[in-house]
Every structure is written in C-alpha cells, then in structure tokens.
C-alpha cells in the first residue's frame, strides 16, 4: 500500500495524559500536513512541514501541541497534558510541492480524551 | 471568520439524477478550488479542483462550476449512483498555503 499511513487509528487517553501520533506520507512527498476533524466541521488546518522544515503553524496549535519530521520523512503530532477539548479526528496529509492543493489524505488518529 | 461556506448540512437526491452541492468563499486571493469527498473511517479523497483562471472543468460524471464574481462553486454530479453517498467538503487556497475547508455537506442517493 502506496498510501498515507497514519497510527493508531484510535487513541482512548485520560485527561493530563500525553498522546503521539505517527504519520508515514507517501514516499515521493515532501509536503505534509496535519488537520484536525470534529464533529459537524470540515478538516482545520493544524500545521505542514516542507521536508523536514515545518513551514506553518496555525493559530489553533497550543503550545501544548508539537509536531517533528526530523528526517523529511515520517512525522509525529504529540499533544501535552490533553484536555477534553483535544478530542478529535486527527488527519495526516502529503502532497507534491507543485500541487500542493491536491491533498492525499490517511484515515486518521481517532482521539477520545476521557 | 469561515472563508469557505457550504450552507447546505445534507441533500437528498434519486439515483440517476443530477446532485448539485453548492460553496461560497470570501477570499479573492483563492488560486484553487477542490471537492473532497469522505466515506466513514476514511479520511477524505480528491475529487476534482479548477483554477480560479477557468469557470469550469469537467471529469466523466462530475463537474465543477466557478463564478468569481459570485465567489461561488458547486459541484454537479451526473447521474448520481448510490455509491456517490458520502460527505462532500469544499476546499480552497492560495498557491502553496494550507487548504481551507468548508464544514461539508451529507449526500444521499437513494435507489
């Protein structure tokens, strides 16, 4: 499978506890992104990497919220001291730099914090 | 502030009919426009896009429309089938920014 993979796919957690979450892109892009999903919303922007460069960050990532791509490869979205607010689809996403509004998307971390 | 509005939560339509879902956006700046759709336990997959220079493109049975002075797509679906039921998210951007996504709309195709 050539797609963009994405683990866990469900993540139960208690409140104050830390959560990671792993992305694996597809092989020949060099964007990648991380969106979050609740209920009733379209996908929200989070932050993308341009290799291993993370070249935005939305307003919505606290500072409880930090992501790496330390080799332009894989990437990792952990989040602090979680809250209930925190849960949420979690979406990884790649693209070629030149089509960057052509998104492939993985199915997603499933976050429920209890 | 929402740049990119879908109105419509759900439509309901008969298969073999045509499903029209509609997106309005607030941006001028916006270089690209795309549909998403979304099946449960899936994240979402392209579907088609159109640059903002065109007012329209086209890809077998799905079309997308673009009136920029209306700042307004829709998405036409013809005919619709059963397998097109899925959430329909509306996206748009500036040439390498993020893209931003509309909150979606349901689409039924009854049988």
């Known amino acids: 499978d050539t797609g963009v993979s994405q683990d866990p796919r469900h993540k139960i957690t208690k409140r104050g506890q830390n959560v990671t979450f792993r992305c694996d892109p597809i092989s020949e892009h060099n964007r990648l992104y991380w969106y979050r999903q609740t209920l009733g919303q379209g996908p929200e922007f989070l932050t993308y990497?341009?290799?291993?460069?993370?070249?935005?960050k939305s307003r919505l990532l606290s500072d409880r919220f930090s992501a790496e791509r330390p080799k332009g490869s894989f990437s990792t979205l952990e989040i602090q001291r979680t809250e209930q607010g925190d849960s949420a689809m979690y979406l990884c996403?790649?693209?070629?730099?030149?089509?960057?509004?052509?998104?492939?998307f993985g199915s997603g971390t499933q976050l429920s914090v209890l | 502030d929402q740049q990119v509005k879908q109105n419509s939560p759900s439509l309901s339509v008969q298969e073999g009919r045509i499903s029209i879902l509609n997106c309005d956006y607030t941006?001028?700046?916006?270089?690209?426009f795309l549909w998403y759709k979304k099946y449960p336990a899936e994240g979402p997959t392209f579907l088609i896009s159109?640059?903002?220079?065109?007012d329209k493109n086209e890809d077998g049975r799905f079309t997308v429309f673009l009136n920029k002075s209306a700042k307004h797509l829709s998405l036409h679906i013809v005919p619709s089938q059963p397998g097109d039921s899925a959430v329909y998210f509306c996206a748009a951007n500036q040439a390498g920014t993020a893209l931003i996504f509309g909150k979606g709309t349901t689409l039924s195709v009854s049988s």
């Open positions: 990497f341009q290799n291993e460069a993370q070249l935005e």
């Open positions: 941006n001028s700046m916006f270089d690209y």
């Open positions: 996403a790649s693209s070629l730099p030149t089509e960057t509004e052509k998104l492939f």
């Open positions: 159109i640059s903002s220079i065109k």
